[in-house]
Structures are given as structure tokens and as C-alpha cells.
């Protein structure tokens, strides 16, 4: 039982280069979202997503992308990356979008952009 | 911004119970507070949730105020291992679920 699957672990990116952070769980959960954590701060939501083919913004989603073909996987996308997005990336999904339910973390991934 | 307020830090002697606060004075009829925990380096975990009644489960107890402007996690005997950031949430029907900054909890051996 995996949970929620993260990857890469560590990334470093020059400014202006492209890449795509892995997202995956294997608990059929209908919603997932991506939340970045930058030093002493909390967790800001970037996108989610409600469910196949459905997705949304969050507070901060400017210079990402996002897109859920399947239910089990949500990739962030960043198409020019800046150094304004060194940050730790965290995906959450959770059973329902509803409020009786809890959400599971992945591991995180640390992005530096140079 | 955030719908709760919770103390930056707090510090517990090890082996003691810890009662971490949380308010929430806009809260709605239908929001559930729910508690994470984020230990250095690792993602949040769920802890506890509620909507009315008070909550216990095998990490922690969950007490809510009768007006449910506050509640309070309560760790029955603080370990080393529950020093983390402690984050108190709610969870609104179909909505954005906003982070705090969280209280920093410090457990002295």
C-alpha cells in the first residue's frame, strides 16, 4: 500500500527550464491537490483537482500547470521555472472533496531553481 | 487567508500531556476541524478530525469547544517523536482547504 507517490525527491533547475512533478496514489481518491511550503511558512494550494478530466485553482497557481487524465495520477507542470519557485512541492489527495474526510501527503519534493 | 489562529510555538516536557489551541471564531455549521502533524522533513499526516463532539484515536484526543469557536489537541504523553508542526484546519463543504502557519511544537527530554 503505497499512499501517495512523489517524484523526483530533489530537483535542481536552471531559470527558464521545464519540468513536469510526479504525483501518484493508488487509493482510488477522487480528489488530489499540490500545495509548495516555502521556509517558516504553511502549506499554500496551488491546483486541485476533483476528479478525472476536472481541475481548479488555488491560491498561488500562477507559472503552473496542472492536468488529472486518471483518477490516479496529477502532475504539476512548471513550464518556465523561476527562482521565485524554490520551494518544497506536497501532493495531497483525499477520498472525497467533502469535509468528513482526511487527506494523505506524499513525501514532498524539493525543487531549487538557480 | 487562513480561517484559524494557533500559537506560533509551544514547548512540553516529555513524558507530560500536551493541549495544543486552536481558534476558529468564523467557523460555519457544516466546517469539521481537522488536526495534521508535519515532522522535520517529512510531509503533513492526518490526526484527528471532528465536527461536534469530542474525538479520541490512537495519536491524540480532540476536544471542541460547545460553541465551536475553539478546540484543542491533546497529546496524552508527549514523546521526542511528537515534536513536529502541528496545523488545525477547516474543512468546508466542497471548498479550498487553507494552512496556517501552524504551532511549532518543541518536546524537552
Sequence with gaps: ?114 | DAKTTQPNSMESNEEEPVHLPCNHSTISGTDYIHWYRQLPSQGPEYVIHGLTSNVNNRMASLAIAEDRKSSTLILHRATLRDAAVYYCILKTSYDKVIFGPGTSLSVIP
Excluded at chain 1, 536552471?14 to 493508488?26: E, F, I, N
Aim: with cysteine; net charge neutral; hydrophobic share 30%.
Design chain 1, 1 to 114: 500500500n503505497a499512499g501517495v507517490t512523489q517524484t523526483p525527491k530533489f530537483q535542481v533547475l536552471k531559470t527558464g527550464q521545464s519540468m513536469t512533478l510526479q504525483c501518484a496514489q493508488d487509493m482510488n481518491h477522487e480528489y488530489m491537490s499540490w500545495y509548495r511550503q516555502d521556509p517558516g511558512m504553511g502549506l499554500r494550494l496551488i491546483h486541485y483537482s476533483v476528479g478525472a478530466g476536472i481541475t481548479d485553482q488555488g491560491e498561488v497557481p500562477n507559472g503552473y500547470n496542472v492536468s488529472r487524465s486518471t483518477t490516479e495520477d496529477f502532475p504539476l507542470r512548471l513550464l518556465s521555472a523561476a527562482p521565485s519557485q524554490t520551494s518544497v512541492y506536497f501532493c495531497a489527495s483525499s477520498y472525497s472533496w467533502g469535509p468528513n474526510y482526511g487527506y494523505t501527503f506524499g513525501s514532498g519534493t524539493r525543487l531549487t531553481v538557480v
